[in-house]
């Protein structure tokens, strides 16, 4: 059995894909669970998987074929009835907190009905986001703990396909490593999705205020941190998505650096004497520290405190899930913007901790419903605009991920949709 060695700049492992958040839980996942669907990470297009084809009979009705000829690992056949069963499994996870992905992108469903080659999906209301959610992670085919159909199956600590042994490890480097080391060979992805940025808890202090939301968007200077953000390939962001996700559209110009807007804004809103704290993990990219210092060093030009809380994981969830944050600093992979209502949603995770409904749920709602896709286009463009301006997505910068392997060992990785390194 030959041991190998997949390095992590940190230890974060969760062996269940629905509930796998982290870049670490999800690229373990992807090794042991399939997907109903695959996407071309070069051209977009959906492939198949454990599913041959798909059709839509109308919008509400999607059918599906599924292999005969796959199995899990503990050699039961992959069947349209473990297809079923491993969605109504997602279902029962509703009042998990923080709410799963996965359950967001159930959205509508009504039911799931078999036949002898496949399943069908029937929907009560559209959601145009679902084929492409098919692929992903989050949604990968399970039976029970650790059972998937995967080459790879799950040990302690890592994977194995019965020939050689796969360790995820908190280390430096390794035969794999998530990150760049000199002298390896390297797969990259300019991640889909929504960009690097800080997100404000709008339900505290000053930060209630939407003036004084958007007033410290125009107080960060974007152009002035490229230099940080080149050493890693790293780009300015100009949206709240990223330029490689579907429905994207630059608001640069929104974004330029405005101090006297600014400062009017502020002053309408009798914000004196700001002081806000940033909480995050350093472990989730190498820029995190360096980017957030050079936005306290702009702000404190104009008055106004950002003190740095880099924290461990448990009193990140802790606080996160109490609301104890002025701002949250993340990004969030994926190839659909229906991603945006997941994060920003009253009804979804609410990251902004918004107290209320307003216009902004219903255009995130109608986005999901919509099956016209240059009408949907337009209502996400619409949706970026109105979080910008609302201050309630401080967009900073658009990661690229980077993953090395040795060469001799390992062959043939790639990144895909979400940046996860599939290994053949």
């Not at 009560?124 to 159909?149: D, E, Q, Y």
């Not at 896709?373 to 910068?397: K, S």
């Amino acid at each position: 059995m030959r041991e190998l060695t997949f390095g992590w700049p940190t230890h974060q492992l969760t062996d269940d894909p629905r509930l796998a958040y982290n870049s670490i839980s999800k690229t373990y996942c992807r090794m042991i669970y399939e997907s109903l669907l695959d996407i071309d990470p070069d051209t977009g297009a959906l492939l198949p998987w454990l599913a041959t084809s798909w059709r839509y009979r109308d919008p509400l009705t999607l059918d599906l074929s599924i292999r005969s000829d796959r199995h899990f690992s503990d050699g039961t056949p992959l069947t349209p009835v473990t297809v079923a069963q491993s969605f109504s499994d997602i279902v029962t996870l509703k009042q998990v907190s923080p709410l799963p992905a996965a359950v967001t992108m159930l959205t509508g469903l009504d039911r799931i009905e078999t036949g002898a080659e496949g399943v069908t999906f029937r929907f009560v209301r559209h959601n145009a986001a679902f084929l492409r959610s098919l692929a992903s992670v989050n949604l990968a085919i399970r039976k029970a703990p650790g059972l998937g159909t995967a080459r790879w199956r799950p040990v302690a600590g890592g994977v194995t396909d019965g020939c050689q042994r796969l360790m995820f490890r908190e280390a430096a480097t390794g035969d794999v490593y998530a990150g760049r080391v000199d002298g390896y060979h390297v797969a990259e992805l300019h991640n889909p999705g929504i960009s690097y940025g800080l997100c404000p808890n709008a339900s505290r202090g000053p930060m209630a205020d939407p003036r004084v939301r958007h007033a410290l968007t125009l107080l960060i200077d974007r152009p002035a941190l490229k230099p940080i953000l080149d050493a890693y390939g790293y780009t300015v962001a100009s949206s709240v998505l990223t330029p490689t996700t579907g429905c994207y559209r630059d608001f640069s110009a929104e974004l330029a650096y405005d101090p006297p807007t600014a400062h009017r804004l502020l002053d309408a809103a009798g914000a004196q004497e700001l002081s806000f704290e940033v909480v995050f993990n350093s472990s989730f990219s190498p820029i995190d520290a360096a980017i957030l210092t050079a936005v306290a060093a702009q702000w404190k030009q104009h008055g106004i405190e950002l003190i740095l809380a880099d924290v461990d994981f448990p009193e990140l969830r802790s606080r996160q899930q109490s609301g104890d944050y002025d701002f949250r600093f993340f990004y969030f992979t994926g190839s659909d913007p229906d991603l945006l209502r997941y994060q920003f949603a009253v009804t979804q995770r609410n990251m902004n901790r918004r107290t209320g409904t307003d216009r902004l749920d219903t255009m995130l709602d109608a986005q999901l419903t919509c099956a016209d896709p240059h009408a949907r286009g337009e209502l996400v463009h619409d949706i970026q605009h109105r979080i910008l301006t609302g201050g309630l997505w401080l967009p900073l910068c658009n990661v690229r991920t980077v993953t090395s392997y040795r060469p001799g060992g390992l062959s043939g990785i790639h990144l895909d949709t979400e940046a996860l390194a599939r290994i053949p």
